[in-house]
Structure formats: C-alpha cells, structure tokens
C-alpha cells in the first residue's frame, strides 16, 4: 500500500476501509464521493467527486459495497488503486493478488488463492487453498470458500454462507447469508437456504448484493 491514499465512498462501509487502511499506519488524505452528507468522516475531510482534481501520482482505495457500483466506478474514472489489507488479516505468501482489493480483519486467504480486482474479502470470511475469484466479488464477513472454488466476476458470497470445495459460482450470482453451496451456481442466479437453492436471478449487475 502507498504512504497515502485516497479513498472513493464515505458510506458506513467507507468506514470499515478506513480501519483497514489505518491499521497499516497509512494516511488518508481525504474521502472521495459524488454526494456527500457530511464534511468529515471520521475526522477525515469529504470532497465531492466534480469538486476534486486528480492527479496521476495520487492512488485510491474504493470504499463501495456494492459489486456493480465499484466496477462502473473503476470503468469511468482512469484511477491509480493500492490494495488495502488490514494487518490482522492473514494472506499466504503464495497467493496472488489483483489491485484495488479490500482485505479485512481477520480474513484468511490461504496458498495459491487467486484474488482478481477491486474484490472485497470481508471480516473473518476465509478463501481457502486454490481458490480463484474474478474481479468485483464480494465474500462477507464469516463466509467460507472450500479449496478450489471458482467465483465468477461480480458474485456475493453472503454473510456466513459456506461453499463446498471444488463449486463453480457464476458471474453476477448471489449467495445468500447462511446458504450452504453443495452444487455449481449458474450466472446471476440468487440462491438461498441448506442446501442451496435457486429462487430467482439478478437482472443485471446492481441487484447481486443481499
């Protein structure tokens, strides 16, 4: 992670990013976002988005739950991204890591796991061996990825849901909180329940956050 960074959202998960961030003893310089409520977060300033003036040496952290926001995001502003990856965290050595991702405390990402782009690996989720995930996935605090789960671009894993090894998770899909994944998941669909269930599919890309 750079020295000092600049982070884009100042919602409540803005906050947690913050955390991750400032465990590592790197300054944030201020919050970026395109309606801000408040001036300050935390203490650290807000500058509304058609305010601010970038510049290449700057680099930034996306702080946005939301799977399709943070890719429209990273699709219209040619930003610089750091990873931010909270110094509780545990990250194998042999794993390879994207840019612009969000590790939390606690979260296990364990040997030759692939993480892609601008995902979001939450509190005490676990991705472990031989994993691969896309970019703009979401895996939410508590769940668990079995060795050799593929989980495709945009997916949400949802909170202390569960993934049995070797699953296929398609693109755009959601895992709902709690759901246990025995079977492959087709692109977009919603599944919820023990054993996994297909109860709808996202429309497009907005809708995969439960």
């Known amino acids: 992670m750079k020295n000092s960074v600049y982070i884009f959202g100042a919602s409540g998960h803005a906050k947690v990013v913050v955390d991750v961030v400032s465990s590592n003893r790197t300054s944030i310089i201020a919050l970026v976002d395109d309606n801000p409520k408040i001036e300050l977060l935390m203490n650290i300033p807000i500058i509304k988005t058609s305010l601010f003036e970038y510049k290449s040496e700057m680099s930034f952290i996306i702080a946005i739950g939301n799977n399709g926001i943070r890719k429209k995001i990273v699709s219209h502003y040619q930003f610089k991204y750091s990873n931010a990856i909270h110094k509780m965290a545990f990250v194998s050595i042999f794993s390879k890591i994207g840019i612009g991702n969000v590790v939390m405390a606690n979260a296990v990402i364990n040997a030759d796991a692939t993480i892609g782009n601008h995902c979001i690996i939450n509190s005490n989720s676990v991705v472990e061996h031989d994993c691969f995930l896309e970019d703009f996935v979401h895996i939410s605090p508590a769940a668990a990825l079995a060795g050799n789960v593929f989980v495709g671009e ?57």
Do not use: C, H
């Not at 759901?179 to 890309?205: C, E, T």
């Open 154 to 210: 945009g997916a949400q894993v949802g909170i202390g849901a569960s993934v049995k090894q070797g699953i296929k998770i398609g693109k755009w899909a959601t895992i709902g909180a709690g759901s246990v994944i025995i079977n492959d998941v087709p692109d977009f669909a919603v599944m919820v329940g023990n054993p996994g269930r297909l109860i709808k599919y996202n429309s497009n890309a907005d809708e995969t956050n439960l």
